[in-house]
């Protein structure tokens, strides 16, 4: 362990030279320097400061699931909450959950305790930060229809912004346009609702994920926004590609809005698959799909 290791070392758990691949879905990446996972805000806190006086870049990843790492190295630190700001509780129809906690794992948790709103997210791969900062979301529900209020760790400072503050709209937040905000918990506002009646739409839910989405390969879920007047998949099963193939990257014969990494792909397989892709519907629909999938570490 370097110096910036030890140091870091103090306030949290740290491993250094850890392979992207191994923290993101889709299973491609170079490897970042520093990984580290706070113990708390207090050790946050300290750690952010480090950060700031060594100058070094830092990134918060959740599950990673909605990453395409460059094959680069990452010469910064990953923070992930994952392993420590993975609690939540319920207060009446209130749940208050912190950034790292599963979103599977808190959407049973709600439909054991009679709590209806997050059945949409029971089968996102996810954090309850990373689905917050994205606005995930499915079955025409998003987390914005749920969050209240989120606890935010900005200019060195600890506070609650409501959620009329955080600019929701399709899979878009004003934390995408503040990068240094750092997501520490969510507030909700479910409903009180049958547990097996959550339990069933729940299942429904899971059969339709299992059906339609490959969910046996790596993937980071759907790669493009969906345009605002027809699906993505429509344009790119237009242009023939289900199936199509860069390298280990492939368009999934599944559902054609996913790219699966077939066979050990790398970043740029990857990239010049969404390229083409962006090209030919572009081409033959005069249509720009935007990726939903976000791009790290790229030079
Ligand atoms: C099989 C599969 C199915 C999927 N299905 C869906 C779906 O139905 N609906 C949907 O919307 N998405 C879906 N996704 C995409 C993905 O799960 C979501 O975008 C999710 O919100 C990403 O969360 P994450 O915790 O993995 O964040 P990551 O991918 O790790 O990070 C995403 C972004 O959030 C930021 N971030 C994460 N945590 C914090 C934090 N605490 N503070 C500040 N910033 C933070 C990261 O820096 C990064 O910019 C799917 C993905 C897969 C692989």
């Given at each position: 362990?370097?110096?910036?290791?030890?140091?870091?070392a103090?306030?949290?758990?740290?491993?250094?030279?850890?392979?992207?691949?191994?923290?993101?879905?889709?299973?491609?990446?170079?490897?970042?320097?520093?990984?580290?996972?706070?113990?708390?805000?207090?050790?946050l806190?300290?750690?952010m400061?480090?950060?700031?006086k060594?100058?070094?870049p830092y990134?918060?990843?959740g599950?990673?699931s909605?990453?395409?790492?460059?094959d680069?190295?990452?010469e910064?630190?990953?923070i992930?909450?994952?392993r420590?700001?993975?609690?939540?509780?319920?207060?009446?129809?209130?749940?208050?959950?912190?950034?790292?906690?599963?979103?599977?794992?808190?959407?049973?948790?709600?439909?054991?305790?009679?709590?209806?709103?997050?059945?949409?997210?029971?089968?996102?791969?996810a954090?309850?930060?990373?689905?917050?900062?994205?606005?995930?979301?499915?079955?025409?529900s998003s987390?914005?229809?749920?969050?209240?209020?989120?606890?935010?760790?900005?200019?060195?400072?600890?506070?609650?912004?409501?959620?009329?503050?955080?600019e929701?709209?399709?899979?878009?937040?004003?934390?995408?346009?503040?990068?240094?905000?750092?997501?520490?918990?969510?507030?909700?506002?479910?409903?009180?609702?049958?547990?097996?009646?959550?339990r069933?739409?729940?299942?429904?839910?899971?059969?339709?994920?299992?059906?339609?989405?490959?969910?046996?390969?790596?993937?980071?879920?759907?790669?493009?926004?969906?345009?605002?007047n027809?699906?993505?998949?429509?344009?790119?099963?237009?242009?023939?590609?289900?199936?199509?193939?860069?390298?280990?990257?492939?368009?999934?014969e599944?559902?054609?809005n996913?790219?699966?990494?077939?066979?050990h792909?790398?970043?740029?397989?990857?990239?010049?698959?969404?390229?083409?892709?962006?090209?030919?519907?572009?081409?033959?629909?005069?249509?720009?799909l935007?990726?939903?999938?976000?791009?790290?570490?790229?030079?």
């Amino acid at each position: 362990m370097d110096q910036m290791a030890n140091e870091l070392a103090q306030f949290s758990q740290v491993e250094t030279w850890v392979p992207l691949k191994n923290m993101t879905t889709l299973r491609i990446g170079g490897r970042a320097h520093y990984v580290c996972y706070p113990e708390n805000t207090v050790a946050l806190d300290s750690i952010m400061k480090m950060i700031e006086k060594a100058g070094l870049p830092y990134k918060m990843f959740g599950k990673g699931s909605n990453l395409l790492c460059s094959d680069d190295d990452f010469e910064g630190v990953v923070i992930r909450l994952d392993r420590h700001f993975n609690d939540f509780y319920f207060k009446g129809t209130t749940v208050i959950a912190q950034a790292g906690c599963s979103i599977i794992v808190l959407a049973n948790e709600c439909m054991k305790n009679g709590l209806s709103g997050l059945e949409f997210a029971s089968g996102i791969p996810a954090t309850v930060g990373g689905t917050a900062y994205m606005n995930a979301g499915a079955y025409k529900s998003s987390m914005s229809d749920v969050i209240d209020s989120v606890f935010i760790y900005r200019n060195g400072r600890f506070e609650w912004i409501p959620v009329s503050e955080c600019e929701y709209s399709y899979r878009t937040s004003v934390f995408q346009k503040q990068p240094d905000w750092i997501i520490i918990a969510v507030r909700m506002q479910l409903k009180q609702g049958d547990p097996d009646e959550i339990r069933d739409l729940m299942e429904r839910r899971r059969e339709r994920r299992m059906s339609s989405q490959p969910l046996d390969k790596p993937s980071c879920g759907s790669v493009f926004h969906n345009p605002e007047n027809v699906p993505a998949w429509k344009l790119i099963e237009g242009i023939g590609y289900r199936g199509h193939r860069v390298g280990g990257a492939k368009v999934s014969e599944k559902h054609v809005n996913f790219i699966v990494n077939e066979d050990h792909a790398n970043a740029e397989d990857f990239l010049s698959l969404v390229t083409e892709i962006q090209q030919k519907v572009k081409e033959q629909y005069g249509v720009d799909l935007h990726m939903e999938v976000e791009k790290f570490n790229w030079r």
